[in-house]
């Protein structure tokens, strides 16, 4: 017979607040997402706690952004971009690697005064989930 191993609920909660927290960011509710990430923090373990700091920064970056407080943006983004950096990509069942690199785009064009306030409505960055692994 074949023994499947419980599901680890402490993982699903997170994986959970992670999904809604997606909802939230990729409606360009940056301020919401970076809410549900934050009252999901007590489900977080010692190792995944910097990695969910720097989402929560790089949500609060982009509702910055969206308020045309622009040095505020660059700072918050720049400040998850790196919390985020030492992360593999399907860390905590998201695309690290989409995020990271958009997000490292509009820090970017921040700095060199390319930043296009209207591409957070056209072209939103997205907090991707992964499909969820059946045999963690």
């Given at each position: 017979s074949v023994v499947m191993s419980a599901p680890d609920p402490a993982a699903a909660a997170r994986r959970s607040v992670?999904?809604?927290a997606a909802r939230e960011f990729n409606?360009?509710?940056y301020f919401e997402?970076?809410?549900?990430v934050e009252e999901g923090l007590e489900?977080?373990?010692d190792g995944l706690w910097t990695l969910h700091l720097g989402l929560?920064?790089?949500a609060v970056g982009y509702?910055?952004?969206s308020q045309g407080l622009l040095a505020g943006a660059a700072k918050m983004l720049a400040l998850g971009l790196a919390k985020l950096a030492d992360y593999d990509s399907a860390t905590a069942g998201?695309?690290?690697?989409?995020?990271r690199a958009r997000v490292a785009a509009d820090l970017a064009a921040l700095g060199d005064g390319n930043w296009q306030p209207a591409r957070l409505q056209r072209d939103r960055p997205r907090l991707r989930p992964l499909p969820s692994r059946a045999s963690k």
């Open positions: 992670l999904l809604a409606a360009g509710r997402a970076h809410e549900v489900s977080v373990p929560i920064q790089v509702h910055k952004a998201v695309d690290l690697d989409g995020l």
